[in-house]
């Protein structure tokens, strides 16, 4: 799989078993609120993560995929299990959340969500992003892995009501991976995900870079 065809590829060994465990021990600290998978932000939550989205081995994927100096957009973990279990339809990640509203063509539809600012950029902006989804267990279909329409981002913003039939026009690859492995994607690719039937649990770091410049005074805001 590359990236420029496929929308997606597979990296193993970027994190190693120590880092993995140091992590997890940080992140097992968290308390995730009822019915909630995932923790928005968590770069401002653990220390460890803050230094890891920062580090050297991901600003280097990152550089390699993106025209300009990498910015972190979006941090999220999930955290898929038995107990908090659930599936995502075919879709693609396509709006970012700033510090403030601007105007700007092709930046919209505009919504405000518990006071921060969304918005979907142009379809350049999203050609010029990458996620990293850094997996903190063995993962596969059993345990909820991510499955991607392969070269689905060559179709630009597909409507909602027509993923299914853009994902029927492309090959789905099952992200089966190994811990401290990262799927790194473009966030337009449509993918989606099945609830897990298994105990195993399905640990995942996600984030989302640019080096697109937003206009003066204005930030990413996860």
Same mark, same amino acid.
């Given at each position: 799989?590359?990236?420029? #065809?496929?929308?997606?590829?597979?990296?193993?060994?970027?994190?190693?078993?120590?880092?993995?465990?140091?992590?997890?021990?940080?992140?097992? !600290?968290? $308390?995730?609120?009822?019915?909630?998978?995932?923790?928005?932000?968590?770069?401002? #939550?653990?220390?460890?993560?803050?230094?890891?989205?920062?580090?050297?081995?991901?600003?280097?994927? %990152?550089?390699?995929?993106?025209? *300009?100096?990498? $910015? @972190?957009?979006?941090?999220?973990?999930?955290?898929?299990? %038995?107990?908090?279990? =659930?599936?995502?339809?075919?879709?693609?990640? #396509?709006?970012?959340?700033?510090?403030?509203?601007?105007?700007?063509? *092709? =930046?919209?539809?505009?919504?405000?969500?518990?006071?921060?600012?969304?918005?979907?950029?142009?379809?350049?902006?999203?050609?010029?992003?990458?996620?990293?989804?850094?997996?903190?267990?063995?993962?596969?279909?059993?345990?909820?892995? @991510? $499955?991607?329409?392969?070269?689905?981002?060559?179709?630009? @913003?597909?409507?909602?009501?027509? %993923?299914?039939?853009?994902?029927? !026009?492309?090959?789905?690859?099952?992200?089966?991976?190994?811990?401290?492995?990262?799927?790194?994607?473009?966030?337009?690719?449509?993918?989606?995900?099945? $609830?897990?039937?298994?105990?195993?649990? #399905? +640990?995942?770091?996600?984030?989302?870079?640019?080096?697109? +410049?937003?206009?003066?005074?204005? /930030?990413? /805001?996860?």
């Amino acid at each position: 799989m590359s990236l420029g #065809r496929d929308g997606f590829e597979v990296l193993e060994g970027v994190l190693s078993v120590k880092e993995v465990e140091c992590l997890l021990g940080s992140l097992s !600290q968290l $308390k995730l609120e009822p019915r909630r998978g995932g923790v928005r932000n968590i770069e401002s #939550r653990c220390k460890e993560v803050a230094e890891l989205v920062a580090a050297e081995p991901l600003m280097r994927i %990152a550089r390699q995929h993106l025209a *300009g100096v990498p $910015k @972190l957009v979006r941090a999220i973990y999930f955290d898929k299990s %038995a107990e908090r279990n =659930w599936s995502v339809t075919w879709h693609q990640d #396509r709006t970012v959340a700033v510090s403030g509203r601007f105007a700007m063509d *092709g =930046w919209g539809p505009w919504s405000s969500k518990a006071g921060i600012w969304h918005v979907q950029p142009p379809i350049a902006v999203l050609e010029d992003m990458l996620t990293v989804r850094l997996h903190l267990d063995p993962t596969d279909a059993g345990n909820g892995c @991510l $499955k991607i329409a392969a070269g689905s981002h060559l179709l630009g @913003l597909v409507p909602s009501a027509n %993923a299914s039939a853009a994902v029927e !026009q492309n090959s789905v690859v099952y992200c089966e991976v190994p811990l401290g492995a990262a799927v790194v994607m473009r966030p337009h690719v449509l993918h989606a995900s099945e $609830k897990s039937i298994t105990n195993a649990a #399905r +640990r995942v770091l996600h984030f989302e870079y640019s080096s697109y +410049r937003l206009p003066e005074g204005i /930030a990413w /805001a996860g």
